[in-house]
């Protein structure tokens, strides 16, 4: 925690600070606001935090977690387990490897090697010797990169447009929905029951009521997150079938070897070419 007074002003900030790596000493980090780690974030372990992520140092197979922003300084090798998530934008310096998951922007200042990353809005590419090599690269947006690919022709895949994210958004709808369905029809039995018990007198009519109605306003609630849900489904499924207008720009090279999927059209590089729009 904390507390600044500026003019008889007093602003507080929730702030949980590592200084140095984290490691066994400190253990994982689940904090409700900022975290701060001044060295390293070792293998194994993880940060959920509700507000930013900063890492001055390097991240090495952990899990990291942001409800807003990650910074990392240092390089992030996220081999097979590692993760990071953030609901905004990420702030990266070199990716060897992992999975990366933004809710907005990826900025990436030299090179993206052998990762997965899904980017619902833009990537950037901040150097002019940046390039994205390898991995699988998913991005809702658009894409202003400097290369594409190596001269050794490594398998590099590129995906422009929603409707990745769609899909992997219906799916996860669609089993939100189902267990809405079976919510529902817990609470409509129990509410027939309730009306059925008017009979056999096991209630009093003070209890019936009572809770009728508590099931009566379960139902009610149920019901419009249900249709909430139908609606949010018609608009992904329309993002699947319909075209969108993506931009891929390349300011030095796509490598042989590169795969390009725009909306629905995929298309390999099979000879290098230089400052590529599409």
């Given at each position: 925690?904390?507390?600044?007074?500026?003019?008889?002003?007093?602003?507080?900030?929730?702030?949980?600070?590592?200084?140095?790596?984290?490691?066994?000493?400190?253990?994982?980090?689940?904090?409700?606001?900022?975290?701060?780690?001044?060295?390293?974030?070792?293998?194994?372990?993880?940060?959920?935090?509700?507000?930013?992520?900063?890492?001055?140092?390097?991240?090495?197979?952990?899990?990291?977690?942001?409800?807003?922003?990650?910074?990392?300084?240092?390089?992030?090798?996220?081999?097979?387990?590692?993760?990071?998530?953030?609901?905004?934008?990420?702030?990266?310096?070199?990716?060897?490897?992992?999975?990366?998951?933004?809710?907005?922007?990826?900025?990436?200042?030299?090179?993206?090697?052998?990762?997965?990353?899904?980017?619902?809005?833009?990537?950037?590419?901040?150097?002019?010797?940046?390039?994205?090599?390898?991995?699988?690269?998913y991005v809702s947006?658009?894409?202003?990169?400097?290369?594409?690919?190596?001269?050794?022709?490594?398998?590099?895949?590129?995906?422009?447009?929603?409707?990745?994210?769609?899909?992997?958004?219906?799916?996860?709808?669609?089993?939100?929905?189902?267990?809405?369905?079976?919510?529902l029809e817990l609470?409509?039995?129990?509410?027939?029951?309730?009306?059925?018990?008017?009979?056999?007198?096991?209630?009093?009519?003070?209890?019936?009521?009572?809770?009728?109605?508590?099931?009566?306003?379960?139902?009610?609630?149920?019901?419009?997150?249900?249709?909430?849900?139908?609606?949010?489904?018609?608009?992904?499924?329309?993002?699947?079938?319909?075209?969108?207008?993506?931009?891929?720009?390349?300011?030095?090279?796509?490598?042989?070897?590169?795969?390009?999927?725009?909306?629905?059209?995929?298309?390999?590089?099979?000879?290098?070419?230089?400052?590529?729009?599409?």
């Amino acid at each position: 925690l904390v507390i600044v007074s500026i003019k008889c002003n007093i602003s507080v900030f929730q702030e949980f600070k590592v200084d140095g790596d984290l490691d066994l000493r400190i253990g994982n980090i689940e904090f409700f606001g900022d975290v701060e780690v001044t060295g390293n974030v070792l293998a194994g372990f993880k940060i959920i935090a509700e507000g930013n992520v900063f890492v001055r140092g390097s991240v090495e197979g952990a899990v990291i977690h942001a409800g807003r922003s990650i910074v990392i300084n240092g390089s992030y090798s996220g081999g097979e387990k590692g993760e990071l998530k953030a609901s905004e934008d990420a702030y990266l310096s070199h990716v060897n490897s992992g999975t990366i998951r933004t809710n907005r922007h990826l900025f990436v200042k030299r090179e993206l090697v052998n990762a997965t990353s899904y980017v619902k809005g833009n990537l950037y590419m901040g150097s002019r010797s940046s390039a994205i090599i390898g991995g699988k690269t998913y991005v809702s947006g658009e894409m202003n990169v400097y290369t594409l690919g190596s001269p050794l022709e490594v398998h590099t895949f590129i995906s422009l447009g929603p409707q990745e994210f769609a899909k992997q958004d219906l799916q996860e709808l669609k089993i939100t929905l189902k267990e809405l369905e079976q919510r529902l029809e817990l609470a409509q039995t129990g509410l027939n029951k309730i009306e059925d018990d008017e009979e056999s007198g096991h209630l009093t009519v003070e209890n019936r009521k009572q809770i009728g109605s508590h099931l009566k306003a379960s139902l009610r609630r149920l019901n419009e997150k249900k249709s909430d849900l139908i609606r949010r489904k018609l608009i992904l499924e329309e993002t699947l079938v319909n075209n969108h207008t993506s931009f891929l720009r390349v300011a030095r090279r796509v490598n042989s070897g590169v795969r390009l999927k725009i909306g629905k059209a995929t298309v390999r590089i099979e000879t290098s070419k230089d400052k590529v729009e599409f």
